[in-house]
């Protein structure tokens, strides 16, 4: 199966400045990646997705970038706020066939400083 | 207003009992999930269904079992065969073939002493 992990599992950063979440995948067949972020109970929710066809996707505040030579994966977001703070999984589809499974990574924990 | 909905948000439960966890939703999606997760730990993969009256083991599905028996619903039975059956359970859907996004209902904490 897959297998992904993150570079950090706890992330501190100033309110307004920019931070980045990494993600490493062992599957260099992986097409899709997906960026979900849970807060404290609760369940995750998509922030973003990223095709292999593309190194770069923004979206509001947030961009992810994809480096398939390293098989790397970040998320940027910018002028981060308090309500940033939550868990940041990234995630890729699961390798067996004919699956729509997911691989979680086990998560970085963003803390915003006010 | 079209989601996933889990109930109830916290359980107790003695050892020894079994345990049922809801998980509906609205949003016409052929599969569904289960994950357990714990404390700092990623979401693992208990069971899955594609499509009704059909599913299917996850990574760790020993000591649970599940049924779906209708589209809009996935319930997640713990049994006391579960060692360890103290976590956080998250169910999902998605729209199935062709389509990796998956959404999550708010959990269930389940807490067996």
């Known amino acids: 199966g897959e297998s992904v992990g993150l570079h950090l599992p706890t992330l501190s950063v100033q309110e307004g400045d920019n931070s980045i979440i990494n993600c490493a995948y062992s599957n260099s067949a992986s097409d899709y990646f997906i960026w979900y972020k849970q807060e404290s109970g609760k369940g995750p929710q998509f922030i973003i997705d990223i095709r292999s066809n593309m190194d770069k996707r923004q979206g509001q505040r947030v961009t992810v970038l994809l480096n398939k030579t390293v098989k790397h994966l970040s998320l940027q977001i910018a002028a981060t706020q308090p309500g940033d703070s939550a868990v940041y999984f990234c995630?890729?589809?699961?390798?067996?066939?004919?699956?729509?499974?997911?691989?979680f990574g086990k998560g970085t924990k963003l803390s915003v400083i006010p | 207003d079209g989601g996933i909905t889990q109930s109830p948000k916290y359980l107790f439960r003695k050892e020894g009992q079994n345990v049922t966890l809801s998980c509906e939703q609205n949003?016409?999606?052929?599969?569904m999930y289960w994950y357990r997760q714990d404390p700092g730990q990623g979401l693992r993969l208990i069971y899955y269904?594609?499509?009704?009256?059909?599913?299917q083991k996850g990574d760790i599905a020993e000591g649970y079992s599940v049924s779906r028996e209708k589209k809009e619903s996935f319930p997640l039975t713990v049994t006391s065969a579960q060692k360890n059956p103290t976590a956080f359970y998250l169910c999902?859907?998605?729209?199935?073939?062709?389509?990796?996004?998956?959404?999550f209902g708010p959990g269930t904490r389940l807490t067996v002493t």
């Open positions: 269904s594609q499509i009704v009256n059909d599913f």
């Open positions: 999902a859907s998605s729209l199935g073939t062709g389509d990796y996004e998956q959404y």
């Open positions: 949003l016409n999606h052929d599969a």
């Open positions: 995630a890729v589809p699961y390798s067996g066939a004919g699956s729509y499974q997911l691989t």
